[in-house]
């Protein structure tokens, strides 16, 4: 097989059989998060820890003065309660109960040696507020929040010597964590998600469309890559203006190379084919003839590699039978006593590809097998041609059982004009077959690898879309 011309990275070493075609980064599966994920998790986090900070921070500067108030105003309607039951009597005292009880929901009932009670220290704030609540009303002082399992803020104080307690409604101390401040953070974490994904989008979405400009100007669209260049940002309306600039440049240049290659094609084959016709007629010499007609011949094929290398643009693809393209390729091989090819495609194998372009690669492979691949006792090159279907691809396989090539060529077989064997010297060919083969099967979508056999030889390994 030949052991002419790749870009970097589309050959491997190794031995890869068919089921385990090696595929180029861009066709592998991507890993990781895009770039507007990425973004919007990062500044959901952000904002996120940013509330949760102020939270803490409002927590910590609310903390003492709530406590102080708190435990103030109990202190004060103890102590008023206190007083109006000490300066009354007993008629007007039961009277002073009702009316506190009716009116500010604070009842007083006298504190029995066997009551049992539950002290108030659910949380920081309930310890802190009984601690001020001691200071103020003396000790002896006692607050619960529950007296014989009724619920409640109460305080036992003191009258005289007897005890009493003090009953209240216990939301006169509210917790610093209550649902209202549970709504308020989810709704400052559904504002702050939110902020962050409209960010992140403003953010990633320039980018977004550079990235689909470029692909399309690598596909050759040109038409297709323009980017809006009155952008609000000034940053992205400057990216966008060059990059206009240089899809305009890149397709002037892709029309004058198109232009460049026709009059190629027109100014060099006319002076050829007279140079042909006056060879054949005043040439008197035979071999001479023949010779000079051969090589003839072989600028002309020179040229047709050159056009087939430089030719632009995606192949228009359709679905075909494998099989008959590879019969119709290996016809010409069939009374060849230097080749001998096995076939083994499945009849019901189609392929997404251009017909025309898939016969040229299999005939360039296999024209290379004959010249390259040659067994090195029989002098018969032997190529194998596997086809087989794998998740939606059809795997092709063309093989020969040469000598195959060293691992440091094998990486550069599929560059243009690069030649494998230093043997090899005449002036035989363009050095782009393999390049021609690499780059038509990209036009097609696919991918095109070259490896060495584990039992000799050199394999080529094309990987096409399966036609559906």
């Known amino acids: 097989m030949s052991r002419v ?56 500067l609310e903390y003492e003065p709530r406590a102080l108030l708190a435990s ?84 036992g104080f003191l009258i005289d010597g007897d005890a009493y307690w003090l009953q209240m409604d216990r939301s006169r101390v509210s917790p610093l964590g209550s649902k209202t401040w549970l709504i308020w953070l989810l709704t400052a974490a559904l504002l702050s998600l939110t902020g962050a994904a409209v960010i992140a989008r403003l953010i990633n979405q320039p980018l977004k469309q550079l990235s689909f400009a470029a692909s399309r100007v690598r596909d050759g669209d040109f038409d297709a890559s323009r980017l809006d260049e009155k952008a609000v940002t000034s940053e992205i309306r400057e990216v966008n203006i060059g990059f206009n600039r240089m899809a305009d440049q890149l397709a002037k240049i892709e029309q004058d190379r198109a232009v460049m290659l ?46 087939d290398y430089a030719r632009p643009g995606q192949a228009t693809l359709r679905a075909v039978a494998l099989a008959d393209i590879v019969e119709a390729c290996i016809y ?19 392929v997404m590809a251009d017909e025309v372009e898939l016969a040229r690669v299999i005939s360039n492979l296999l024209e290379n097998a004959r010249r390259y691949g040659k067994s090195v006792e029989t002098g ?69 690898v070259l490896t060495n056999s584990s039992t000799g030889g050199l394999a080529a390994h094309i990987k096409l879309h399966e036609a559906k």
């Open 5 to 60: 011309g790749s870009q970097p990275g589309s050959s491997n070493t190794g031995n890869a059989p068919l089921e385990t075609v090696p595929a180029p980064l861009e066709l592998r599966p991507s890993v990781g998060l895009s770039l507007f994920w990425r973004t919007f998790f990062m500044l959901a986090l952000l904002l996120f820890g940013s509330t949760v900070a102020w939270l803490q921070t409002f927590r910590a």
């Open 72 to 155: 103030q105003q109990i202190a004060s309607l103890v102590n008023l309660s206190r007083a109006a039951l000490v300066y009354s009597d007993a008629i007007a005292r039961v009277s002073l109960i009702k009316t506190l009880d009716d009116q500010e929901g604070v009842r007083i009932y006298p504190r029995e040696p066997g009551d049992t009670f539950t002290p108030f220290d659910k949380s920081t704030l309930d310890n802190r507020i009984t601690e001020e609540l001691v200071r103020r009303l003396g000790p002896g002082t006692q607050v619960a929040s529950s007296v014989n399992a009724e619920e409640g803020l109460w305080v």
């Open 262 to 307: 026709a009059g190629i094609s027109h100014d060099l084959r006319t002076p050829l084919a007279r140079l042909r016709l006056e060879t054949e007629m005043s040439v008197a010499d035979e071999d001479a003839r023949n010779h000079m007609a051969a090589d003839i011949a072989q600028l002309d094929a020179i040229i047709d590699k050159f056009l």
């Open 332 to 350: 010409p091989f069939k009374d060849a006593e230097d080749i001998h090819i096995k076939v083994d495609v499945p009849v019901t194998l189609q």
């Open 380 to 448: 018969i090159a032997v190529v194998e041609v596997i086809a087989r279907a794998r998740d939606h691809w059809i795997l092709i396989k063309v093989r020969d059982h040469g000598m195959g090539v060293s691992a440091e060529a094998l990486a550069n077989l599929t560059k243009p004009f690069f030649r494998g064997d230093a043997a090899r010297t005449a002036a035989n060919g363009a050095g782009l077959g393999l390049s021609i083969v690499d780059k038509t099967v990209q036009r097609m979508g696919g991918t095109f």
